[in-house]
């Protein structure tokens, strides 16, 4: 009950964080929105207020908890006192401006919770959250006693887990990693933090995780609609917006079909997620680490703080598209001022001295978007820092073609500081969490720019040409032959980047493509695409090249969030020319085909996540180990076990909320910790040879138990002495499979 009530509350402190943005966001609304409302307020109001209030109260509970670390439950007067603070926000911030005490009369506020909503918003409602909460459920549950967890996920949990229970089980204030317990933390860890807490306040380690997850992921298609209609005008774009979210566009589809003879086999290969030659996998795709379902809707659910950061990130977009939108109509307006349009030279330089040589440019009607914008990011360092990454690029090319550019800086500056000071409290001093190097080609086969383009055409499968139809669009309607010739360019390129998915295929996929340009440049019955969508794809490709270009972490695959996030909002305008197609009698059938061909390798890989998620891995809350740990052990006592920690003896003290030496590799190298001296640690205490040098180097180490099982036994790093510890230690527990030896 005391959980639910933490989610209630932070979703009304949120709601006032919103409601002193009132004037603005009046403003901007009309700006954004013209002509009308285009969705209801409180499609946008409620979303916002969860993640808003959720991320701020969370912050607020975490550095409490740190100030009563020496309390035996720190998080309990946390949880008192921002709780206190929450209730007291709202009346003091109507006692200090009476202007906001309008809102609670009527007008702004009636309209946001006045819950009327239209039929399109109700669709992206409940089959967002009946679509996300299977999966999400599914992959993550309690059996009796058992924590359960589906193959789709495990692999991550083995990190996130021993975070959560770091905190809810544990008293791991300030923050350090459990995989690596140095004193530093530089995981980006405030989402599970905030899950902890609500195990904390009464529910379950699966229910605190699940819930906020598919808060998260219904408020962001919430959000994402909202915002695709706002751009667009057009509500059957907000929902392919979302339909295109979570089903992926790929030629894994068709590279997967290719390999099979006949169609039998190829549907039972879905089925069963089979290979052509009968043998088992999981993801389909071909290109690098496309197996581990970096695409797939699997992203979300073993990765849980992504959604939540994505949703910020749309609610800054809020906030400053209409710096963007601004410039864009000041644009349209100079090209459609007279009867004869002015040359493109004229208006060109128009343009160049409208952003860059104008008061205009430079001069910020309102600073306090840019400010919250930049609080807002910045504070999402330690939630999701490559979001944070790549919402910049996104801000920094809109600041490049709009107005009232100072704002855009404002944003940046309080976006850095805030990070780097974060950095400062939780990395230390002089251990940068992001070190940026020049690595061209993301994952392809090298920084060539064939293969770059090889790969991404692999990769997105026909996105790229549907994007390039909006130019063709556009072009068509001022040359109809120079828009010939960029269609057949632009087949040529794409036929030739290609990957292997049979001569039928191609056939088809590019049929449909370009009876798709004909019908942009030759038939008249098309809805016309919003001229905002045309904008909108060189700033929402930003991430795209900032992944192709930089690598700002050890594991260049983190930059698949950077990728992730540009096509999420790349799709804005690519379903913006959809659904005129699919509103034209003409042209609908075709769309139809498109949004097959877009879609397919997404419901292929729905399938797989349901395949995957019939097996689970079990952790018994009644293991002996976990019980004698979580009773019999300090919160800040350091495990010496097999760096293998998924399963195990490691796993067992980790939900007990323990930390272990050193951890699983990837977690704490990806992580941007140097494991090699205790690497070597590690081998010389098992495989010691004196008791004396064994005791002294556990001591320098701060390690307090030392685990042997049958991980140890088998290990191949190095020899394991087992009767060293007996002679050196005593024991502190033991079984049929573990033994437990206490240093101090």
């Known amino acids: 009950m005391m959980a639910l009530l933490y989610i209630l509350v932070s979703t009304c402190l949120g709601a006032g964080i919103i409601l002193c943005l009132e004037p603005y966001l009046k403003t901007a609304a009309e700006i ?11 499609f946008i109001f409620i979303p916002s207020s969860y993640l808003v209030g959720t991320f701020i109260l969370s912050w607020v509970t975490y550095f409490l908890a740190v100030a009563f670390r020496n309390c035996e439950k720190p998080l309990l007067y946390a949880n008192i006192i921002s709780l206190v603070f929450s209730f007291a926000f709202l009346p003091v911030v109507v006692l200090l401006n009476r202007s906001i005490t309008g809102i609670f009369r009527g007008g702004f506020l009636k309209d946001f919770l006045n819950f009327n909503l239209k039929p399109a918003e109700w669709f992206v409602l409940i089959s967002s959250f009946l679509f996300w909460t299977y999966f999400i459920c599914r992959s993550f549950y309690m059996d009796g006693d058992n924590l359960c967890v589906g193959y789709s996920a495990f692999s991550d949990f083995g990190a996130h887990l021993p975070v959560i229970r770091s905190f809810s089980a544990g008293r791991n204030y300030p923050a350090q990693y459990p995989h690596f317990p140095d004193g530093t933390m530089r995981y980006h860890f405030m989402f599970y933090f905030m899950a902890a807490n609500l195990e904390f306040l009464g529910l379950t380690l699966p229910q605190a995780l699940n819930i906020p997850s598919i808060l998260s992921l219904v408020c962001f298609s919430m959000l994402l609609y909202s915002l695709c209609v706002f751009l667009t005008k057009k509500p059957m774009a907000g929902i392919l917006s979302c339909i295109l979210f979570a089903f992926r566009s790929s030629y894994a589809f068709f590279t997967y079909m290719n390999d099979f003879s006949d169609l039998g086999s190829f549907l039972q290969g879905i089925a069963k997620n089979l290979n052509a030659d009968g043998s088992y996998r999981e993801h389909i795709g071909k290109t690098l680490h496309e197996d581990w379902g970096l695409w797939a809707q699997k992203v979300y659910i073993n990765q849980r703080h992504l959604s939540f950061a994505f949703g910020l990130f749309i609610v800054v977009l809020f906030l400053m598209l209409p710096f963007f939108i ?49 609080i807002i990011l910045g504070l999402m360092a330690y939630w999701n820092g490559a979001v944070v990454i790549a919402g910049i690029s996104v801000l920094f090319v809109m600041a490049i073609l709009s107005m009232q550019k ?121 809805p016309n695409m919003s001229y905002v969508s045309l904008w909108l794809v060189p700033v929402f490709i930003a991430p795209v090249i900032l992944a192709t270009t930089l690598q700002l972490t050890p594991d260049i695959t983190v930059n698949h969030k950077y990728i ?107 992580a941007g910790y140097d494991i090699t001296g205790r690497e070597e640690c590690m081998k010389k205490i098992y495989s010691a040879r004196d008791s004396g040098e064994l005791r002294t180097l556990a001591l320098s180490e701060g390690i307090d138990y030392i685990v042997v099982e049958d991980q140890n036994r088998n290990a191949t790093e190095y020899n394991l002495n087992e009767g060293i510890l007996y002679e050196t230690f005593s024991i502190a527990f033991h079984n049929n499979r573990v033994t437990i030896f206490k240093v101090r």
């Open 32 to 42: 954004v929105s013209k002509p009308g409302k285009t969705v209801s307020p409180a």
């Open 326 to 374: 601004e410039t864009i109509n000041r644009i349209k307006s100079a090209a459609d001022s007279e009867n004869k349009p002015e040359p493109k030279q004229v208006l060109l330089f128009k343009y160049i001295e409208l952003i860059l040589f104008s008061r205009e440019a430079w001069a910020v009607k309102s600073i306090t978007p840019c400010i919250v914008s930049g």
């Open 406 to 526: 100072l704002g855009y800086l404002v944003t940046a500056i309080i976006t850095f500081i805030l990070s780097v000071l974060q950095s400062r409290i939780f990395a230390g001093s002089g251990t940068g969490v992001v070190s940026p190097g020049f690595n061209p080609g993301f994952l392809a086969e090298s920084g060539r720019l064939k293969d770059i383009l090889s790969y991404y055409t692999e990769l997105l499968g026909i996105l790229p040409l549907i994007l390039a139809g909006i130019f063709i669009f556009f072009v068509s309607q001022k040359s109809k032959p120079a828009a010939v010739f960029l269609s057949i360019v632009l087949l040529v390129l794409h036929v030739s980047f290609m990957p292997s998915v049979g001569e039928f295929r191609v056939v088809a996929i590019l049929s449909a493509v370009t009876l798709c340009y004909v019908f942009l440049i030759f038939w008249h019955d098309i």
């Open 564 to 670: 992730i996030l540009s096509v999420i909002l790349l799709n804005i305008p690519v379903s913006d020319l959809l659904t005129g197609l699919i509103k034209s009698k003409s042209s609908c059938v075709i769309a139809v085909c498109l949004v097959f061909i877009l879609t397919c390798t997404g419901f292929v890989d729905m399938i797989t996540l349901h395949n995957l998620d019939r097996n689970s891995v079990r952790y018994s809350l009644k293991d002996e180990l976990y019980t004698w740990v979580k009773n019999e052990t300090n919160p800040d006592d350091i495990f010496l076990t097999h760096y293998m920690t998924h399963y195990g003896a490691p796993m067992s003290i980790m939900l007990a909320g323990r930390s272990v030496y050193n951890g699983y590799p990837y977690f704490t190298i990806t």
